[in-house]
């Protein structure tokens, strides 16, 4: 990508001098502009943008420094840096009048060239930084902006799975159960096999959009981190499943767990889904389950670890993507948004998960938190 040139305004009375300036100052990526006169040097400037002038302090007319103020009261020229050069005395006093009028810096003539060089170059240095600075704000707003658009689509989908889709569907669910409690035997099999046909993915349907609620939420929240506990996070999930898990037959055993920087609501998440999950595809054995944490050199590495039905090899990055249903976990009752949902709190604790076969039977399903700050 072509770099644009810097536009610098040479600005003097006499020819012979502006070609003096010419000759030092002239590189590739710049712009060199000569003025004669401060009220050319006014017009340049409302056309142009400018990384720095070389104003002459004697001209007849409009000196430098009333060419300075003028500069100083518009608005688009206000901050352009100016660097006066003067061949008259230089006291104190116009020292302070020019920097009362803007200057940032003075230079004698005859012009010493390496000193004209160095300073013209810091300022045009700096000009491309903030140039480039200019180009990243607003890159991040517009970013900002299009963020600012994706949670308005997500708020608008967060509404529609809470209200617009949930609403029908408790519909259809509740009025097949009201025809399958009073036709029961009344009607023929086939009929009897597509009402609870319509039950089941009625069910199935609510239990997945109860899941991609959830998974919103998850994206939606803030993500703050903080140290915690994460055993009493355990013992808050397990009590909340504790119905699905005396119903199972489930065994849950843990080692004691570390103090972490994470998210209390993100890591009970994790847990809970993992938990779950390692019921749901328990396969015809009573679910058993062991939770435990190892020290990682960046924080731990926690394991869930089961007895179930496994995961095929070539599955095993596949599952973490929304509604991945691979192998034998296809015939039992899921939405697929569980692991996705799991992935996408791991990400924004600063983490990552993943699973591998255990010796015998089962996965063990690990996943990384960052260690407490203090």
Not at 44 to 72: C, I, N, S
């Amino acid at each position: 990508m072509a770099v644009a040139p810097l536009n610098i305004l040479l600005v003097d009375d006499k020819p012979e001098n502006l070609l003096a300036l010419e000759t030092i100052l002239r590189q590739p990526d710049r712009q060199l502009y000569r003025a004669g006169s401060g009220n050319e040097a006014l017009r340049l400037l409302l056309k142009h943008d400018f990384a720095v002038v070389l104003l002459d302090v004697e001209m007849p007319e409009m000196d430098g420094y009333e060419t300075a103020q003028l500069m100083r009261s518009e608005h688009r020229t206000r901050t352009v840096p100016i660097i006066f050069v003067t061949a008259g005395d230089h006291s104190e006093q116009r020292t302070f009048r020019g920097y009362e009028v803007g200057a940032v810096d003075f230079l004698q003539k005859p012009i010493n060239a390496h000193i004209l060089k160095s300073k013209v170059g810091v300022f045009a240095e700096l000009h491309r930084k903030t140039e480039d600075l200019k180009a990243v704000n607003a890159a991040l707003e517009r970013a900002s902006t299009a963020l600012s658009e994706k949670v308005i689509d997500l708020e608008n989908v967060n509404r529609t799975l809470s209200h617009d889709l949930r609403a029908p569907l408790r519909s259809i669910h509740s009025f097949a159960e009201v025809l399958a409690e009073q036709l029961g035997d009344k009607i023929e099999p086939a009929a009897q096999d597509a009402l609870g046909r319509i039950l089941r993915a009625s069910a199935r349907m609510g239990r997945m959009l109860d899941d991609l609620f959830s998974l919103l939420r998850v994206s939606a929240a803030d993500g703050v981190l903080s140290d915690l506990d994460s055993e009493p996070v355990l013992h808050e999930v397990l009590e909340s499943l504790r119905t699905d898990l005396e119903q199972a037959g489930a065994e849950v055993s843990h080692d004691p767990l570390p103090r972490v920087r994470a998210h209390a609501t993100l890591l009970g998440q994790i847990l809970q889904n993992l938990i779950s999950n390692a019921v749901k595809f328990s396969g015809p054995s009573k679910p058993r389950l062991h939770i435990s944490a190892e020290p990682t050199l960046a924080g731990f590495r926690f394991a869930v670890r089961d007895r179930g039905v496994g995961i095929e090899p070539a599955a095993r990055e596949r599952i973490f993507a929304l509604f991945a249903r691979t192998g034998d976990t296809a015939a039992v009752a899921g939405s697929g948004v569980g692991l996705a949902l799991c992935k996408r709190a791991i990400e924004k604790l600063g983490g990552k998960i993943w699973v591998e076969p255990n010796v015998g039977e089962g996965s063990t399903f690990y996943f990384t938190v960052l260690k407490p700050a203090a």
